[in-house]
């Protein structure tokens, strides 16, 4: 027998709390540990791990999978702030960056609406940036905070566990994450170009098995290279990933320079 995932939010956890953070810390919280699974393994729950890094919240108790959730009261717009920025970028670069589960919630309606999961492998150095840093008059002056900017991560390195207020079967969610694990064997700056390229074959908004050409993704010369302004490889970049996506049946190729999506 499998439970759908209950989407109400208890708003007990949260009683006497009257700064709206607060209150949505332990709400939000609260739903997290009662509701979220394992989207790696079978396990039903993820526990609330107890830390004073800012790069953690959950983990899995069977595969040891890390999770930060991070919840908003509305739609998850294009950009989320998020911790220290040096902070990330070196989880980042030691390949140790947890699942990120971005979830909307209702605080009129005392519900979750959505919930998509970028897993770490899909946090690359190009989806990031610093923030402003904290003026001298703040508490933390000096300390920079980071941006994750949503709309650079492919949509199949965004796996929704809801939309619009309903949960995706479980067996599903798994299926998807397990289709995106070649990504994680890769090292870290071709995770980020994999990415990257994923990106843009996506904004040529192809149906499955409509075809394109090399040069189709070239015109992304100019926004990759403003990703990746040290490098000057920018087509062989796009060919290499395009063999990898070949390898993992994303797309086909066709003859030299012509390719189809899968
Ligand atoms: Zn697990």
Redesign the pocket.
Known sequence: MVFPLDLSLDPRPGEGYRSASQWARRVTENWAARELY?W??Q?PHLSAHATNTSVEDYR?P????RVQVKAKNGPIGKTVANSGYEVKLQAIRKNVAPDYAFMSYSRTDLAVESLFVVPGSFLSQSVISPRTPLSATARRAGWVGSNIHLDRIPAFGKIVVIADGAARPKVQVRKDFSQIGFVGSFPQEQRGWLGDVLSCLEKLDLTSGSSFHLGDLYAFEDSLRRLHPTNNNIQPKIRQQLQVLERQGIVRRLRPGLFQKV
């Open positions: 394992c790696g393994c396990s899995c069977s595969c040891s999978r």
